[in-house]
């Protein structure tokens, strides 16, 4: 009888033990987001405690955040370590906080896709070239707004570029102004390419302008 309560309690023990192990488990997510809140930010990690690659895509719904907070994150989240993956910054005299959408899957390819799927499919450069007028101009520069300003009130069909952009546009600037000897220090903006022609520099504004508009205006 003895022999058999000291098995029933051994039993008992074991059961409590795997029953607190199991629910430990439940609650400790292998690929989770961790915060650290630091005086004027917050950093947000994954960890991925598992034996294999993760690629996760992070969703940040903020309240009383920087609109950086907004964009959406897809990452590769190596096994068994922890990956930053956005930082916070809060707005002043706000109250913050934020929910989030955390999506795990094996394969970063797979959810590239499946994020790009029905997306309209970009032109090739060649025939954007060749079809539009491209306007390149710079933050803080006040003839770069103005030539914009007037292509915008003679109805002038146009694309503007932002140099410190990362864009094909941007690449394929610096090389044809690398061709005829100049660099990003030498370069003035504002600058266009009408028709894959480079325009630099663009001296008049009035000018330039009268000569765009003609064949680019807008429909109204």
Same mark, same amino acid.
């Given at each position: 009888m003895k022999l058999i309560l000291k098995t029933y309690y051994k039993l008992t023990i074991y059961f409590i033990l795997f029953l607190c192990f199991t629910l430990v488990s439940w609650q400790e997510k292998p690929v989770r987001? !961790?915060?650290?809140? #630091?005086?004027?930010?917050?950093?947000?990690?994954? #960890?991925?405690?598992?034996? %294999?690659? +993760? &690629? $996760?895509?992070?969703? @940040? /719904?903020? !309240?009383?955040?920087?609109?950086?907070? #907004?964009? =959406?994150?897809? +990452? /590769? !989240? =190596?096994? /068994? &370590?922890? $990956?930053?993956?956005?930082?916070?910054? =809060?707005? *002043?005299?706000?109250a913050s906080s934020y929910t989030y959408n955390l999506i795990v899957n094996e394969?970063?390819? /797979?959810?590239? @896709?499946?994020?790009?799927?029905?997306?309209?499919?970009?032109? =090739?450069?060649? %025939?954007?070239?060749? %079809?539009? @007028? !491209? $306007?390149? *101009?710079?933050?803080?520069? +006040?003839?770069?707004?103005?030539l914009i300003t007037k292509l915008k009130l003679d109805h002038v069909k146009f694309r503007e570029i932002n140099i410190n952009s990362k864009s094909r546009y941007v690449d394929y600037l610096w090389t044809l102004l690398k061709d005829k000897g100049y660099n990003k220090i030498t370069a003035k903006l504002p600058l266009s390419l009408k028709q894959g022609e480079l325009i630099h520099p663009i001296g008049n504004i009035d000018d330039f302008v009268s000569s765009v508009s003609k064949k680019h205006r807008s429909q109204h």
């Open positions: 987001l !961790i915060e650290e809140v #630091q005086k004027k930010r917050t950093i947000i990690y994954v #960890q991925n405690d598992t034996n %294999s690659n +993760k &690629s $996760v895509f992070l969703k @940040i /719904n903020p !309240i009383g955040y920087r609109r950086s907070a #907004q964009r =959406p994150i897809i +990452k /590769n !989240i =190596p096994a /068994n &370590s922890k $990956v930053q993956m956005i930082i916070l910054i =809060p707005l *002043t005299d706000v394969e970063l390819e /797979n959810m590239e @896709i499946d994020r790009a799927k029905g997306a309209k499919k970009e032109a =090739p450069l060649s %025939s954007i070239l060749k %079809s539009e @007028i !491209i $306007v390149f *101009t710079k933050e803080d520069c +006040k003839k770069c707004q103005l």
